[in-house]
């Protein structure tokens, strides 16, 4: 079974940064989109960043010049590197992908963000 685990959450003050990362049990090349989601209390999810397997990113509104979503070395983790913060960016961050192949998309179990003003 396939499972998608993030790390990095935490408190955080305005201005500052926080690195998420997504660990996977499987390369994360076998994804064809992996994504980094978050969703505010309240709010509906909504997608902040994501990454295909040919390296292409795409960011939300909000993410563009501050949020970098990448790959790393090991091949089988994402991550989101937040600089910038705001009380705004508050939400449980949560990891997605998604195989063509098995035409399967996975979740991993969020990490929450909170930053203070």
């Known amino acids: 079974q396939v499972q998608l685990v993030e790390s990095g959450g935490g408190l955080v003050q305005a201005g500052g940064s926080l690195r998420l990362s997504c660990g996977t049990s499987?390369?994360?090349?076998?994804?064809?989109?992996m994504a980094w989601y978050r969703q505010a209390p309240g709010k509906q999810r909504e997608l902040v960043a994501s990454i295909t397997s040919g390296g292409t990113t795409d960011y939300a509104d909000s993410a563009k010049g501050r949020f970098t979503i990448s790959r790393g070395n090991a091949k089988n983790t994402v991550y989101l590197q937040m600089n910038s913060l705001s009380p705004e960016d508050t939400a449980v961050y949560s990891c997605?992908?998604?195989?063509?192949?098995?035409?399967?998309?996975?979740w991993g179990q969020g990490t929450q963000v909170t930053v203070s003003s």
């Open positions: 499987r390369s994360i090349s076998s994804f064809n989109v």
């Open positions: 997605y992908g998604y195989n063509a192949n098995d035409r399967r998309t996975y």
